[in-house]
């Protein structure tokens, strides 16, 4: 899998927009961008996902980059809930590659 | 839908013996995956199953056997346990993604956190 890059951690204020970025520049055409999050002693949870448009889904919404070489997660009002380790992994959609690659993520801190 | 559970929660073991980790999910998935999390390294693949009676190594297969004998149970065993299999597993699963493996989604567990002394 094509590698990401993202900041090691991000504050918010509660009820604020956040803007989680990631970079890929060796992204190939037919990777697809996913997010992750994981709550504090808990599982990986599922986010979005996406190829070359944006995406919005009843959690967050995805902003792809026209080049496809960096990406943002945007959570529109951030909760206490929403304090996380983010994670952002390219999918190849090709051959038997099964397995999600996690890097370190972004750490979430949500201040009330 | 209780979606993916593990039993158990936690587990403390000595070196050289042995469990099994139980992963069930409702959601009638063919792909289910075993996880292991240690600080700093992210979350790698134990063992995975494209569907009832098979199974494949994943990238960090060692010390470990797997079962998928139901559709919807896979079992992670540790036949004699090693301190450094101390670490937090996750049970993941995923339907078959209509739109190629980029499309695929997994579905996680709560996690098992183990120590072996």
């Not at chain 1, 055409?29 to 002693?41: C, E, M, N």
């Not at chain 2, 999910?25 to 979350?43: A, S, T």
């Not at chain 2, 199974?55 to 297969?61: F, I, S």
């Amino acid at each position: 899998d094509a590698k990401t890059t993202q900041p090691n951690s991000m504050e918010s204020n509660e009820e604020e927009p956040v803007h989680l970025p990631c970079n890929h520049s060796t992204i190939s055409g037919t990777d697809y961008i996913h997010w992750y999050r994981q709550l504090p002693s808990q599982g990986p949870e599922y986010v979005i996902h996406g190829l070359t448009s944006n995406v919005n889904n009843r959690m967050a919404s995805l902003a792809i980059a026209e080049d496809r070489k960096s990406s943002t997660l945007i959570l529109h009002r951030a909760t206490l809930r929403d304090a996380a380790v983010y994670y952002c992994i390219l999918r190849w959609s090709g051959g038997s590659n099964y397995k999600l690659t996690f890097g370190k993520g972004t750490l979430l801190t949500v201040n009330p | 839908n209780a979606g993916v559970t593990q039993t158990p929660k936690f587990r403390v073991l000595k070196t050289g013996q042995s469990m099994t980790l139980l992963c069930a999910q409702d959601m009638n998935h063919e792909y289910m995956y075993w996880y292991r999390q240690d600080p700093g390294m992210g979350l790698r693949l134990i063992h995975y199953s494209v569907g009832e009676g098979t199974t494949a190594k994943g990238e960090v297969p060692d010390g470990y056997n797997v079962s998928r004998l139901k559709k919807q149970n896979f079992l992670l065993g540790l036949e004699s346990a090693a301190p450094s299999q101390t670490s937090v597993y996750f049970c993941a699963s995923s339907q078959t993604p209509s739109g190629g493996r980029g499309t695929d989604t997994q579905y996680f567990g709560p996690g098992t956190r183990l120590t072996v002394l």
